[in-house]
């Protein structure tokens, strides 16, 4: 069976990017929007509640995972990004530490003319926002497990700095993580969508996982999407943006036909661009966990749920606003830019009695890719980050291990009641990296912005070589930042959304036109951000 719909925009992916760019398109333009998601509706009673939807999440993820990694014995290595509205933002960890600003002036190094910290929260003060203060309310911690006061004052004793807010700007600070939640609920980018579906000229579809953009004389018309038997073209007379995400994105524009020509070819692709960097430079924090048996029982053992959730419901408190990496450090060789990350999991996802110090390179050198595999290019992209493929990322890490195991014996965490160190334990460092390193789900870099021969967007978020169609999700970061990566992501549909409605409004170099509204279009009902543009944080 087959149908069509005609509109204005269409926007692949509800999540994180795409939620905030619909908003804001509506607000800044007169398109009509239509988004598309494969997932289905945020369901707010199942992942609302933090330490709760961190359990349930996988029902609401795409199963992905790596090809076997050739650096990590041949391991695959899961990656479960979001399906559901609000993308990976509905089922992440909620940590809202951006990194340095500065990474952003590394953008403008690589050919990205208007992306420098400076440049952005110029263009973000105009909407009250800041960089540390995105769209999403952002909260200090409702609770600190024992574990996290043990793990920051042992910090602390190796005289690493406690700052609040904690959001990872400089090295050898460390501290407790301001999370996307309000009230102890988290917040996810389909808050966004609140008030917006009521709008005359939005339409949200969910359950529609678009195949592939249809391209015709170099120009994307519209979408093909697949809801069960039945196949939808909807043609989108200004166009096309792509916020399927790293994992996603690149393998859409594979599938439509703009990729390495010989990929396409030998998956059966008819060519329309042959653009090389399409899928190429994928990025991710690679990490290792050093775990250590704990004779404190953890505060989210089965036994305590049931209290867990009396209290979380009638008091929106306790280890159910947790999100279990609640604290963090942030190391460097001085105290500049850090290289690496350490932060807590009170709890372990194979033991109770065991807890965690997550070693994370911030700035990996290894580089992977996303393809369509050829012998089934409709089926889930091969998906290889090349965790520790370069040599460059060995010693790093193996220092990261070795830094967490002197915070670990500091009389802090001793007299918390660490025990046996259960990973590595007494297994040789590269051997030890080879059977545990993992993602920190933090993929990027997939179609990359920037100016260079590899490059799949210009700084304008065009695809190079094609008209009406724009990418816009963390596949453009050229270079990974240094902090966690739904902040980015939330940069980037700021940011995108002005260039893109200026674009739309045929005002390049002038402010995006608003739209005469002929309906109001309510704000979500979410409150004032708790981390002012000074970095100052207030309680909610
Ligand atoms: C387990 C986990 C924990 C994390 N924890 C944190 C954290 O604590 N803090 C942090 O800052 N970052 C965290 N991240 C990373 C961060 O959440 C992501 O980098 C960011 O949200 C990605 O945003 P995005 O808009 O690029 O993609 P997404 O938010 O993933 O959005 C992509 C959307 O596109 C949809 N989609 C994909 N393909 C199609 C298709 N063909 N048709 C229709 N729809 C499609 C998806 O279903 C999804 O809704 C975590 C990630 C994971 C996986």
Not at 81 to 102: C, D, E, I, K
Not at 122 to 140: D, E, I, K, M, Y
């Amino acid at each position: 069976m087959s149908s069509s719909l005609e509109t204005d925009l269409v926007i692949v992916g509800a999540g994180t990017a795409g939620c905030l760019l619909a908003r804001r398109l509506i607000e800044q333009t007169s398109a009509r929007v239509i988004l598309l998601e494969a997932g289905p509706r945020y369901p707010g009673w199942a992942l609302g509640a933090p330490l709760a939807g961190l359990r349930l999440r996988t029902n609401w993820s795409w199963r992905h995972q790596t090809v076997p990694q050739a650096a990590l014995d041949h391991r695959q290595i899961p990656i479960p990004m979001g399906r559901v509205v609000g993308g990976t933002s509905s089922v992440n960890a909620m940590v809202a530490a951006l990194g340095p600003p500065t990474d952003f002036d590394e953008w403008v190094r690589l050919g990205c003319e208007g992306w420098s910290a400076d440049e952005l929260a110029a263009s973000l003060q105009s909407t009250g926002r800041s960089l540390f203060q995105p769209v999403l309310p952002v909260s200090p911690a409702r609770f600190e497990s024992p574990f996290s006061t043990a793990f920051l004052q042992a910090c602390e004793t190796l005289g690493l700095r406690h700052v609040e807010p904690f959001t990872g700007d400089r090295a050898q600070t460390c501290g407790l993580f301001p999370l996307f939640q309000q009230h102890g609920t988290r917040c996810t980018a389909a808050q966004q969508l609140v008030g917006l579906e009521q709008h005359p000229r939005f339409r949200l579809l969910t359950g529609q996982t678009v195949r592939r953009v249809l391209v015709e004389r170099q120009q994307a018309v519209g979408v093909e999407i697949q809801s069960g038997r039945q196949q939808t073209v909807v043609r989108a007379q200004a166009g096309v943006i792509l916020s399927a995400g790293a994992l996603q994105t690149p393998a859409l524009l594979q599938l439509s036909g703009v990729g390495p020509a010989a990929l396409l070819r030998h998956s059966g692709i008819a060519v329309e661009l042959d653009l090389p960097g399409v899928g190429q430079g994928l990025q991710d924090h690679v990490g290792a966990p050093v775990v250590i048996q704990s004779r404190a029982a953890s505060p989210g053992r089965p036994s305590r749920w049931l209290q867990a959730a009396v209290q979380w419901l009638l008091g929106r408190s306790g280890v159910m606003t947790s999100n279990c990496c609640e604290a963090g450090c942030f190391l460097g060789p001085g105290t500049g830019l850090p290289f690496g990350e350490i932060f807590t999991h009170f709890q372990t996802r194979r033991h109770s009695q065991a807890v965690e110090l997550m070693c994370a390179l911030v700035r990996p050198a290894s580089r992977g890719s996303v393809t369509i595999d050829p012998a089934d290019p409709w089926g889930p992209p091969r998906i290889d980050p090349g965790y520790l493929t370069d040599p460059a990322d060995w010693a790093p890490l193996r220092e990261l291990v070795m830094t967490a195991r002197e915070i670990a014996a500091q009389p802090a965490l001793r007299e918390f009641g660490l025990g046996a160190e259960l990973l590595p334990g007494d297994q040789p460092l590269d051997e030890f990296l080879r059977r545990h390193a993992s993602t920190c789900h933090h993929p990027v870099g997939s179609c990359r912005m920037g100016t260079d021969a590899l490059a799949v967007v210009n700084p304008r978020l065009e695809v190079h070589g094609l008209r009406r169609l724009w990418l816009a999700d963390n596949s453009i970061a050229p270079v990974i930042p240094r902090g966690h990566t739904a902040a980015t992501a939330l940069v980037i549909a700021e940011q995108g959304a002005r260039l893109i409605a200026r674009q739309l409004n045929g005002a390049a170099g002038g402010s995006p036109r608003p739209r005469r509204e002929p309906r109001h279009c309510p704000t979500p009902t979410v409150a004032a951000h708790s981390i002012d543009a000074a970095g100052a944080s207030a309680r909610e």
